[in-house]
């Protein structure tokens, strides 16, 4: 059953820790994306990845970071530089033509304190 | 910059009328849009895209249209149910043909029995 699965559902950190979110997805899709959903915000780009081993800033990418070693995988740090990490995480992917549609996980909701 | 907006207002109607809700956007004339559900606390699911040459898009009980002279897609839902109570975001990808997908900040639609 093909799909795009994000771990752990819920964490929660301290202030000052780095902490990765997982993303994986067995649907042979080239591009992969990292969103940020805040209430009211709608879906703000974070990083994406077209293909292996390169990836690209986002709106956002402050205080995040990302590798592509694989491409079934596009995992997310996020490290204490960013201000505001308490957010719900998507990840996605797609084909790389341009019309193509996202197919998103269920995300993961992190919680800073 | 390019964007997208959607009315942030929820969107309450009874069940059997038809829902419609707007998609505004500027500083761009994109190609295609396309349309999500999203449901509490799960990613977005792609429900249908439109192409600027197509005036109307339809799937059952869905039909999109396309205006790009009012620079506006409008996305109705027929008979709607209190199962289709989500909310919905559109999206288009943005000009610099990189794969970034902009997105508006979604509509929630109530279906009341």
């Known amino acids: 059953d093909g799909g795009i699965t994000q771990s752990p559902k819920y964490l929660f950190r301290k202030e000052g820790q780095n902490v990765t979110l997982s993303c994986e997805q067995n649907?042979?899709?080239?591009?992969m994306y990292w969103y940020r959903q805040d209430p009211g915000q709608g879906l703000r780009l974070i990083y994406y990845?077209?293909?292996?081993?390169?990836?690209q800033k986002g709106d956002i990418a402050e205080g995040y970071s990302v590798s592509r070693e694989k491409k079934e995988s596009f995992p997310l740090t996020v490290t204490s530089a960013q201000k505001n990490p308490t957010a719900f995480y998507l990840c996605?992917?797609?084909?790389?033509?341009?019309?193509?549609?996202?197919?998103f996980g269920n995300g993961t909701r992190l919680t800073v304190t | 910059s390019q964007k997208i907006e959607q009315n942030s207002e929820a969107l309450n109607i009874q069940e059997g009328k038809t829902a419609t809700l707007t998609c505004n956007y500027t500083?761009?004339?994109?190609?295609?849009l396309q349309w999500y559900r999203q449901d509490p606390g799960r990613g977005p699911v792609f429900l249908l895209l439109?192409?600027?040459?197509?005036k109307e898009k339809r799937k059952e009980r869905l039909k999109v249209t396309f205006d790009t002279t009012l620079k506006q897609s409008l996305f109705h839902i027929t008979a709607s149910q209190p199962a289709d109570s989500a909310t919905y975001l559109c999206a288009f990808r943005g000009s610099s043909n990189t794969g970034k997908l902009i997105f508006g900040q979604g509509t929630t639609l109530q279906v009341k029995p």
């Open positions: 500083n761009y004339s994109p190609a295609y």
């Open positions: 439109i192409r600027e040459n197509e």
């Open positions: 996605a992917s797609s084909n790389r033509e341009g019309n193509s549609p996202l197919h």
């Open positions: 649907l042979n899709h080239d591009a």
């Open positions: 990845s077209q293909i292996v081993n390169d990836f």
